[in-house]
């Protein structure tokens, strides 16, 4: 009883101090929501406009490829022979007309030589036939003849006495056989010479020189036939080029026409790629071809038009097209190109209606179908108001945005921080 009575003043003093603090907080609330009510308004927020630009009168489409050689030629010698000499290393590189490999040609050498000396010999006779021979050359046709004169007596007496002895059965056949071969050789020699010495004095026959002169012509063609022969035992480089297969080695016997290595043009290299309809019928509007490879980013190599086709390809519904690199242009050693390399080749095309306009991607926002932009409306002195201009978003390129709306060429847009901005935002301009 006496502990209850002697807790009141402990309990009073409680509650008075709980008491002084409520009406401390209710205080502090109080002061606080005067100070949030007079707070001063932030400060508008600081934008930079940019002009609308329309895009550049071309258009840049791109298409994955690949590269390949942009020509491959297996080499081969036209003629058959034993190869003495060759440089046939894989990897090897050769300047055009530079010599490969050789052929043994000793017998394409020999060939030349000794139609040479029939060439001469049939020029002289058709001179001779033409001009007729030389005094010297007619006496000693004279005295021959003359001899042969001589011996035609003989051997025709020969033949008339063994003649009269065969018929008288004196003589036997077999030795009137061997006069009468005798008398034969020699009036056949006697009357060669006759020939011969009649032409020496007179000329030969119309006929007979234009039968010289075509065996002439003959033996000219044979001659030049001959001497390619031997030109043909060197294979030369077709082209700048490198070996890049080998079929045969050194001294080995190789037949014409048989493949001897694999050689690639290293002076050019081609990319392939596949375009889809829409682009193949607008080829009159291609401008410019441009080539990277994913080996090499940020490497553009010009190009040119090599070749397209006007048929699908099998199995695609596609059109081939090649691109070609000039490498002697703009090749680098340090970043060479080989065939298999992947590729993006782009396509600068002339636009077919007028250039949409360009904004920087930060001066964006909303998503798909409602994308839109900033524009600025003046509102008090110095400040501005934002107001939302919806756009058409065609594509992105880079940094940039290619854009369809209401707005103008030359028209101002905020160009960044659109997304951090709302309707009727008082801003203040850069």
Not at 5 to 18: C, D, G, Y
Not at 117 to 133: C, P, R, W
Not at 207 to 233: H, M, P, Q, R, Y
Not at 237 to 242: L, N, R
Request: proline share 6%; net charge neutral; with cysteine.
């Amino acid at each position: 009883m006496f502990s209850k009575i002697n807790s009141i003043p402990h309990l009073r003093t409680i509650a008075t101090v709980l008491l002084v603090a409520v009406l401390a907080g209710l205080v502090i609330l109080r002061v606080l929501g005067h100070r949030k009510a007079v707070a001063p308004s932030p400060t508008p927020p600081l934008v930079r406009l940019t002009e609308l630009a329309p895009a550049t009168e071309l258009e840049t489409k791109s298409f994955p490829g690949v590269s390949k050689e942009s020509q491959i030629a297996k080499l081969s010698f036209r003629i058959p022979g034993k190869m003495i000499e060759t440089n046939i290393l894989i990897g090897a590189r050769f300047p055009k007309d530079e010599i490969i490999a050789r052929l043994d040609p000793r017998d394409y050498v020999l060939a030349v030589e000794r139609l040479e000396s029939e060439l001469l010999s049939a020029q002289a006779s058709l001179t001779a036939m033409v001009v007729g021979a030389r005094p010297e050359d007619i006496a000693s046709l004279e005295a021959k003849l003359k001899a042969a004169d001589s011996a035609f007596l003989t051997a025709r007496t020969n033949l008339k006495r063994f003649t009269a002895l065969l018929a008288d059965q004196v003589a036997a056949q077999s030795q009137y056989d061997l006069v009468k071969t005798q008398y034969d050789t020699v009036k056949g020699e006697r009357e060669t010479l006759q020939n011969e010495l009649k032409k020496a004095k007179t000329g030969s026959r119309k006929e007979d020189i234009e039968s010289a002169a075509a065996k002439i012509e003959a033996l000219k063609a044979s001659l030049d036939t001959a001497k390619n022969a031997v030109n043909d035992t060197l294979l030369k480089a077709p082209f700048d080029g490198m070996i890049v297969e080998k079929y045969v080695e050194d001294h080995e016997v190789v037949g014409a026409g048989s493949p001897i290595l694999s050689f690639v043009d290293v002076s050019k290299i081609d990319i392939a790629v596949s375009l889809p309809e829409e682009i193949i019928v607008r080829m009159s509007d291609i401008r410019d071809y441009r080539v990277e490879f994913e080996s090499y980013p940020g490497k553009v190599f010009p190009a040119t038009l090599k070749e397209i086709g006007q048929a699908i390809q099998f199995g695609r519904q596609s059109y081939p097209l090649q691109v070609r690199i000039d490498l002697a242009k703009y090749g680098d050693e340090k970043q060479p190109l080989f065939p298999g390399m992947t590729a993006m080749v782009f396509l600068d095309l002339a636009r077919p209606t007028a250039p949409p306009l360009t904004v920087p991607l930060a001066a964006l926002f909303g998503e798909k179908d409602n994308t839109a932009v900033w524009t600025v409306a003046q509102s008090d002195g110095n400040t501005f108001k934002v107001v939302r201009k919806p756009v058409h978003l065609l594509r992105i390129v880079g940094t940039a945005a290619e854009i369809e709306c209401d707005l103008k060429s030359a028209e101002k847009i905020v160009a960044a921080g659109a997304r951090s901005l709302h309707e009727g935002q008082t801003v203040v301009l850069e």
